[in-house]
């Protein structure tokens, strides 16, 4: 498993290091080929990963909280190792006064990133395919940054150990920086500077968190205070004062904010989005932003729950609501679709806070489907703007109109994933929008019901797109243009998984639900219900669909 | 009589890599002037026997140096302890990357010289960390100052070489005759030059004056804060960087470093009366001089590194900067799980290897005649060498601190110093060194978008200088190295500072 594991991480790294050390020596089109090959490898050896993944046995967290009553487990990866990185060991003059703690690389794996590993090789094999043509330039230097991104994202979602976290989470900031900067739109600079600046500025304030949180706990007597598992068991038995809590909850909060993003810490993201090259964006709106979500779900949930109840419950509920309908309401008033659907990701990511932060199991299941939902979905979306973009080299609505007459698969597949991501029943959308929302309504019915007001916005500017864009008479940039042609079988290719998976979510989310079932409710089970027992859902993860 | 002669020969042993550099000295000034004609002129490619030479005396340096573990300190005018052997172990390694960067940049009619007064100055940092008395310390300090005065003015002979020279020069002696006054207060208050008896002397009750002692500090502080570019001693610093040659540019953002950090933390604690830095904690007044000496140093550097376009300016504005941090780990002492001290021992290593990668790659992809200058003869880099723009790229964010590069870690034990020392004082530094850190992430990735993001302008030929290029090589392969393997660097830097 460790080897299925490390070859998944390593093989998108080999890639990079290959197309970069013989960018000169390679002739045509040799490093979309070695990309595609890497990526497509990845892929199979993430499913391969997956299905060696569901053998596991689940955790037994629940034993540990009856039988020995030490406490719970709120992260229990279903499978780890840990190699060691460095120590510092304990100085001082008595033993007590400063115990030393040790850095590890702690890979593992439970079902949340399990879940999101096999979103991001997908999404990067699709990357690669829509890139195929329209990266021309500097194409080596592309499907490095490309494939190192997917290196620091498998490692983001990997990562048990706060260190390894954080460092593939700030790697993940170059690769996608380039991308950006260097084959992006004619704002690019400006917009990579942006994006990069400010999620860095973030992040250090995370850093700072995380030091602190580290030695804090080191200072307590725990030896491995960066292993998340250990680190939250340790949290659960002895919490924090509740105002540590907080202003640590604050610190850490500040570049998850940034990252997912949170109104109104989105500013950087329409920018980056318009500008970044197709698969910048798919990356960026897939996987990039759920590293924010993640992180509140992997740091903040499990490790300060009073914190998490008292500010982390009405401050990101609050804002998530008001990320949703501002990102709404911003979403219909573009005129370009990229935009459009850049704002569109700013609103469902405020579903996705609301499910996480509703703490409960319902909800956080919720949170997570959504992560995966909207990387599908946006993802998809994002792919298709490009193949339009690159047909008309025009992203303007008001350029545009009828192209269901002359691109009818194109035309068909953005019906397809518009319907998913506005939460049509029986797509991926619906699952998880539904159960944020239910499990928000248990805790604070307040903001499930303006967080709702964003499902019918939701439709709203993603029909009016559809129907300027693909209905009514034909308008294109030059009338009457030829060569436009329909979808091709290489981008057919790209979109063929995200359609796929966002059929079999809809209609199957059990196989999924279950995969993530036990690790959500290990972080649950640290939130008390505020209703009584055996009322509505709560508690339990819901049997979507009887099997 | 016999007893002096086996003093003096038990001196020697603890410092006979310096004894090894300082002989090849004497051999390349002495033997350098007869390979030059009359004229001036002397067969070109002497260089490379000079470089080659100054390598195998470094060479051999680092053999006996690592072959001789670190003895505890001792009485006698030099000691051979793990800060020494931290301190020579940098000063040799480093060294023998800058005699890569001198090697094609110094004229073959000068390059015995200049490889000279190089090795001197290492050996006299080496000298500075083995000094275990005032007078040697003193000596050892002028040791590096004096030959860098040659060597700034022996490797590029213009206007601007001339004015920087001299600034350096008089700001030099300025310094030194501080750091002098601060140990004649020292010597008076205890009547002793050797280390030890100093710190034994402040130790007993009411010997040690409070006021005396603390004019010390302050005299010794503002001393080296010349040489580690802290504000407000750091005036000379952008106009000697743009002046000189991007060789010695590379030295003086280095090398002054490591004596001037070396040299406090010799004498940072003899103020506080305690020989080793082990649990040293500076009282309130050293505590707040140091602060405001590294939160100043910090925000100067950073914030007017934004405004440089001249690339070397900027650049020494960012060594400013990195003074900046270090002095944060030296601020907060070494009482936390994470030592102040440690963590700065260990940035300076990190930092050595980004700086003078940075220096090594600038030089190597700019010609002999056409030096880069400012920032805008970066642009498109990566079109027209594409190899030395990744690795200045690797260079570059590791300066900012971000993984996977040591800059990172040494950032991270920054952090954990300052925030595991638990006062206000502590975590209010490591909150602005947060907060520096992303502001100096503005003008680092200026130079990366530069590079990457903008075209290329300058068609002219650059080719690669290559003795240049394979340094900084190493130095940017190092830097990775370093963040996957970091413990053994840790260990030997818990034991100098220890």
């Known amino acids: ?547 | 009589m016999n007893l002096a002669i086996e003093q003096l020969n038990h001196a020697a042993t603890l410092i006979m890599p310096e004894i090894v550099l300082l002989a090849t000295v004497c051999v390349m000034f002495m033997v350098g002037p007869f390979l030059v004609a009359p004229a001036g002129q002397t067969a070109s490619g002497v260089r490379h026997r000079w470089g080659g030479l100054a390598l195998a005396a470094l060479g051999t340096a680092g053999l006996i140096w690592f072959n001789n573990d670190p003895i505890p300190i001792g009485g006698g005018p030099f000691t051979a302890d793990a800060l020494a052997w931290y301190a020579r172990g940098l000063s040799i390694s480093f060294g023998g990357l800058l005699v890569l960067l001198l090697w094609n940049q110094v004229d073959d009619s000068y390059a015995a010289e200049a490889q000279a007064c190089l090795l001197a100055i290492v050996a006299g940092t080496n000298l500075v960390a083995v000094a275990n008395d005032l007078v040697g310390l003193f000596l050892a300090l002028e040791l590096v100052s004096i030959p860098t005065y040659v060597l700034l003015y022996l490797v590029r002979r213009e206007r601007g070489t001339r004015e920087a020279t001299i600034k350096y020069f008089l700001l030099s002696i300025f310094s030194s005759a501080l750091v002098l006054y601060g140990m004649s207060w020292l010597y008076g208050a205890t009547g002793t030059t050797n280390l030890i008896g100093i710190a034994e002397a402040l130790s007993v009750e009411g010997r040690g004056d409070n006021l005396i002692r603390h004019v010390a500090l302050a005299l010794l502080v503002a001393g080296l804060a010349f040489r580690i570019t802290a504000v407000p001693f750091h005036f000379y610093a952008p106009d000697v960087f743009q002046g000189v040659s991007v060789s010695n540019a590379a030295m003086l953002s280095f090398i002054p470093k490591v004596v001037g950090f070396v040299a406090l933390v010799r004498l940072l604690p003899l103020t506080g009366a305690t020989l080793t830095t082990k649990l040293w904690l500076p009282d309130e007044s050293a505590r707040a001089l140091l602060a405001v000496l590294a939160v100043m140093t910090m925000f100067v550097g950073n914030l007017m590194a934004l405004r440089q376009r001249d690339l070397f300016r900027l650049l020494a504005y960012s060594s400013i900067a990195h003074a900046g941090y270090m002095l944060v780990g030296l601020a907060v002492g070494n009482v936390g799980v994470v030592g102040g001290t440690s963590a700065v021992l260990f940035y300076l290593a990190a930092y050595g290897l980004m700086t003078i990668g940075v220096f090594a790659l600038l030089r190597g992809a700019g010609s002999a005649e056409h030096e880069f200058e400012t920032i805008d003869e970066l642009r498109g880099l990566s079109y027209t060498h594409p190899s030395t723009a990744l690795l200045l790229a690797v260079c570059l964010l590791s300066l900012t601190g971000l993984p996977p590069t040591a800059g990172f870690l040494g950032k991270l034990n920054l952090f954990l110093a300052a925030w595991g020392e638990t006062t206000a004082v502590g975590r209010g530094l490591a909150g602005l060194l947060a907060l520096n850190a992303a502001i100096a992430a503005f003008y680092y990735l200026r130079l990366v978008a530069v590079m990457y993001l903008e075209p290329a302008t300058d068609r002219s030929e650059r080719p690669i200088e290559i003795v240049s290029w394979l340094g900084g090589l190493a130095c940017t392969v190092a830097t990775l190295l370093l963040f996957a393997q970091p413990q053994w660097l840790w260990d030997v830097v818990l034991r100098a500072s220890g």
């Open chain 1, 1 to 547: 498993m460790i080897v299925l594991l490390l070859l998944t991480l390593a093989i998108p790294a080999a890639g990079a290091a290959l197309l970069m050390i013989f960018r000169h020596s390679m002739t045509g089109h040799t490093p979309r080929w070695i990309a595609l090959v890497a990526s497509v490898v990845t892929l199979l050896m993430s499913i391969g990963l997956a299905s060696e993944f569901r053998e596991l046995p689940p955790p037994d967290h629940s034993a540990g909280v009856v039988s020995s009553g030490v406490g719970s487990f709120p992260i229990q990866p279903r499978f780890e190792q840990k190699y060691h990185w460095f120590t510092f060991p304990a100085t001082g003059v008595s033993a007590s006064d400063s115990k030393g703690f040790q850095f590890d690389f702690h890979f593992g794996l439970d079902g949340i990133s399990m879940s999101l590993i096999v979103l991001t090789t997908v999404l990067t094999m699709s990357c690669v395919l829509v890139s195929w043509e329209s990266i021309a330039e500097r194409e080596a230097e592309f499907y490095t940054a490309l494939l190192a991104l997917e290196t620091g994202l498998i490692g983001v979602f990997t990562a048990f150990d706060l260190m390894l976290f954080y460092v593939s989470f700030e790697f993940t900031l170059i690769p996608l920086f380039f991308m950006i900067g260097m084959w992006g739109g004619p704002q690019r600079r400006y917009a990579a500077v942006k994006f990069f600046l400010y999620t860095l500025a973030g992040s250090l304030i995370t850093l700072v968190g995380l030091v602190a949180l580290v030695l804090l706990v080191a200072g307590d007597g725990l030896a491995t205070p960066c292993s998340l598992p250990d680190l939250a068991a340790w949290l659960a038995a002895n919490p924090l004062s509740v105002p540590v809590q907080i202003a640590l909850f604050l610190a850490l909060s500040a570049g998850f904010l940034v990252k997912v993003p949170v109104f109104p810490f989105h500013t950087w993201l329409p920018l980056a989005h318009v500008e970044a090259p197709t698969a910048g964006s798919v990356l960026l709106a897939g996987v990039l932003l759920k590293l924010g979500t993640y992180g509140f779900l992997r740091l903040c949930l499990p490790m300060l729950p009073a914190a998490c109840l008292q500010v982390g419950l009405p401050l990101l509920g609050s804002l998530a609501v008001v990320g949703i309908i501002y990102g709404s309401l911003c979403a219909l008033a573009q005129r370009d679709i990229k935009r459009l659907v850049a704002y569109s990701s700013i609103a469902h990511l405020g579903f996705c806070m609301l499910g996480l932060f509703a703490l409960n199991v319902v909800g956080i299941t919720g949170g997570v489907l959504q992560m995966i939902n909207h990387g599908l979905s946006t993802g998809g979306l994002f792919l298709i703007v490009g193949m339009i973009y690159e047909r008309y080299h025009t992203r303007q609505l008001d350029e545009l109109g009828g192209l269901a007459i002359k691109l009818p698969l194109i035309a068909m597949a953005l019906v397809f994933v518009s319907l998913s991501s506005i939460g049509l029943p029986g797509l991926n959308g619906f699952v998880g929008e539904i159960l944020s929302l239910a499990g928000m309504f248990e805790r604070h019915p307040l903001y499930m019901v303006l967080g709702a007001i964003g499902l019918v916005l939701g439709a709203w500017y993603l029909l009016t797109m559809l129907q300027t864009l693909l209905f009514g008479p034909l308008v294109e940039p030059q009338q009457g243009e030829h060569g436009v042609s329909d979808m091709n079988v290489r981008e057919a290719l790209a979109l063929a998984p995200i359609v796929v998976l966002c059929l079999w979510i809809g209609v199957r989310p059990q196989p999924l639900v279950d995969m993530i079932k036990p690790d959500v409710e290990a972080v649950a089970g640290l939130y008390p219900n505020d209703l009584p027992a055996g009322t509505a859902m709560a508690g339990q993860v819901p049997r979507l669909v009887s099997d």
